[in-house]
């Protein structure tokens, strides 16, 4: 019978830790992506000014074309169930993103395959097919901040 508490105990603080778990999870997730978008976000601005100059620098912008392609790859590991606004931390995340899995696959899968396409076009140096190839991807960025992320 002594071993009945501790073992009591032992369940109680076995699920405190799971809940806690999955708070901190959900924590993690939206921090991840959050970061993942920022990176987007800074590597695509810095291809737009470089792309706005007389004579744009193709290597920077090879360069950020990378990066952009580098996380859009990352993006469908960014979103876990339950890391959306029902966890309680602050995100733009919308809830649709989890109801409307496929089609926000389908936008996620959209947004890399242009990135993929800026990359290859952006290591070609041809600025005009750049050009052509970054609003491509930019759209892609629009339709799906259009559907799954809080306006601001
Ligand atoms: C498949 C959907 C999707 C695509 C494609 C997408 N985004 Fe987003 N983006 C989101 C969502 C959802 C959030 C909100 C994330 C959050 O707050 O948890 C977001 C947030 C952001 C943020 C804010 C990050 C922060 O918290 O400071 C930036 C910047 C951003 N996106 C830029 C871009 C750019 C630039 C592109 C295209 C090159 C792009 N995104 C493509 C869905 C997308």
Request: net charge positive; proline share 4%; charged share 20%.
């Amino acid at each position: 019978m002594t071993a009945a508490k501790p073992l009591a105990i032992a369940l109680v603080l076995a699920l405190g830790a799971t809940g806690a778990l999955a708070a901190s999870a959900a924590e993690t997730a939206i921090a991840t992506r959050q970061a993942g978008y920022k990176k987007v976000g800074a590597a695509f601005k810095a291809i737009s000014d470089e792309l706005k100059k007389g004579s744009p620098d193709a290597r920077l912008i090879a360069t950020n074309a990378q990066i952009v392609n580098a996380q859009a790859a990352q993006v469908p590991k960014w979103f876990p169930k339950g890391s959306g606004p029902e966890a309680g931390f602050k995100t733009e995340a919308k809830p649709n993103i989890w109801t409307d899995s496929a089609k926000f696959a389908t936008a996620a899968a959209n947004f890399q395959t242009e990135a993929g396409k800026l990359q290859t076009v952006s290591a070609s140096g041809n600025i005009d097919a750049i050009k052509a190839q970054f609003r491509a991807t930019g759209g892609t960025c629009k339709a799906c901040h259009d559907v799954y992320r809080v306006e601001k």
